[in-house]
């Protein structure tokens, strides 16, 4: 059974930081592209980051780019996304997932077959 858990969301104030984890259980990590997305009340689920199995190439959204960076630590099983100089507008719950193969890293959440739970980020202003 495919397990991806998301944590280290919480509550932080506009220009701070927060660093997400997602530990992966139940499939082969490395063979796996991942992916982080967020959904905002009332808007649809969008985009965030990607990264490829090998952790040397990446994907980010214009709205975080500068800001935020995704890694892997394929040895733990673990997904990071590290987020910097934080608005109101990050506020959302932040999904992890797992990419249908190693090499695609797609802004699409249609490819990827394996999903977290979610961890609320709210950034107030």
């Known amino acids: 059974q495919v397990q991806l858990v998301e944590s280290g969301g919480g509550l932080v104030q506009a220009g701070g930081s927060l660093r997400l984890s997602c530990a992966a259980s139940g499939l082969t990590f490395s063979d796996h592209a991942m992916g982080w997305f967020r959904q905002a009340p009332g808007k649809e689920r969008e985009f965030v980051a990607a990264i490829r199995w090998s952790g040397d190439v990446t994907k980010s959204a214009d709205s975080v780019k500068g800001r935020f960076t995704i890694s892997r630590d394929n040895a733990k099983n673990t997904l990071y996304l590290q987020m910097n100089t934080l608005k109101p507008d990050d506020t959302a719950v932040y999904y992890c997932?797992?990419?249908?193969?190693?090499?695609?890293?797609?802004?699409?959440?249609?490819?990827?077959?394996?999903w977290g739970q979610g961890t609320q980020v709210t950034v107030s202003s």
């Open positions: 997932a797992a990419g249908r193969g190693r090499w695609r890293i797609s802004n699409s959440q249609y490819e990827y077959d394996y």
